[in-house]
């Protein structure tokens, strides 16, 4: 196995990883709900080229932040941001998610929304039998994917989750045409330890976002992948880079070291 060339290992990986996709797709692409989610991602494609977007990560560092500056600018949120709105006094601009925990647990409370929404395609189920509200608007489903590591610069296609729902957000902000994307919130740094991607139950207030109720008592999470998450963050600086387009990390006391930082009050 020592002498098996690295180049060609990874071509047996990727091709493994394809296979075991084979089955999902039909329904990934021809399903009613993935085609009209196709069809609205295709009404997005470079609609606002030369601006700017903001993606809200949920880190501590979010009370630190002056969100009121944002209130006339683009903004991604990202799962159960929504907790902030009342306090902040305006919704995002929209709400991406991608986890199946999270999503299994906030779904009614996220179709509830009044806003865009974009979640990832296996996630449909959760919302097959949810009763319609004043405020429901159908989401947008992603073809996302655990594997296959790869930026994504058209959201229509399969997108790799990257560890993170803040990778996604950087390739479907890539694919609406945004210049300059800037991360808040993404502290890149938990208190909570342990082996990657494992589930667990809170066992009391969440020291790991900006509200202790965003994974309050008794609520199953995944530990975090900061070294998978990385990967995808290099991947998305590179691709950004390539479309001379940028991201920057305006995240104040943030642990993550890839991005251009750049300090939060001097954008505004």
């Not at 865009?116 to 097959?128: D, E, I, M, T, V």
């Not at 991360?183 to 938990?190: A, K, P």
């Not at 993550?256 to 750049?262: A, D, G, R, S, V």
Request: with cysteine.
């Amino acid at each position: 196995m020592n002498h098996i060339p690295a180049s060609l290992l990874q071509t047996v990986k990727n091709t493994y990883d394809a296979l075991r996709r084979v089955p999902q797709l039909p329904a990934a692409y021809l399903h009613p709900w993935r085609r009209e989610s196709i069809r609205r991602l295709a009404a997005l494609k470079d609609t606002h080229k030369s601006q700017r977007a903001f993606i809200i990560g949920n880190g501590p560092s979010l009370k630190q932040t002056d969100l009121t500056k944002l209130k006339n600018e683009f903004t991604f949120g990202l799962n159960r941001i929504y907790l902030m709105f009342p306090e902040l006094g305006f919704p995002t601009s929209c709400l991406v998610s991608i986890n199946d925990l999270v999503i299994e647990q906030c779904a009614a409370e996220m179709s509830a929304l009044a806003l865009p929404k974009f979640f990832a395609w296996r996630s449909h189920r959760h919302f097959l039998n949810l009763p319609s509200t004043a405020n429901h608007q159908p989401p947008t489903f992603l073809y996302t994917t655990y594997t296959g590591p790869k930026f994504s610069t058209d959201a229509r296609g399969r997108i790799w989750e990257g560890a993170t729902v803040t990778n996604v957000a950087l390739q479907l902000a890539f694919h609406m045409g945004f210049e300059n994307v800037i991360l808040i919130g993404v502290d890149h740094n938990f208190t909570s330890k342990g082996e990657a991607n494992k589930t667990v139950v809170s066992a009391g207030d969440d020291p790991n976002h900006f509200s202790p109720a965003y994974f309050g008592k008794g609520f199953r999470w995944q530990l975090p992948d900061l070294d998978t998450s990385e990967i995808g963050y290099r991947m998305a600086r590179d691709a950004y880079q390539k479309a001379g387009r940028a991201i920057l990390d305006a995240t104040i006391g943030g642990k993550l070291t890839i991005f251009p930082k750049i300090e939060y009050e001097a954008l505004f």
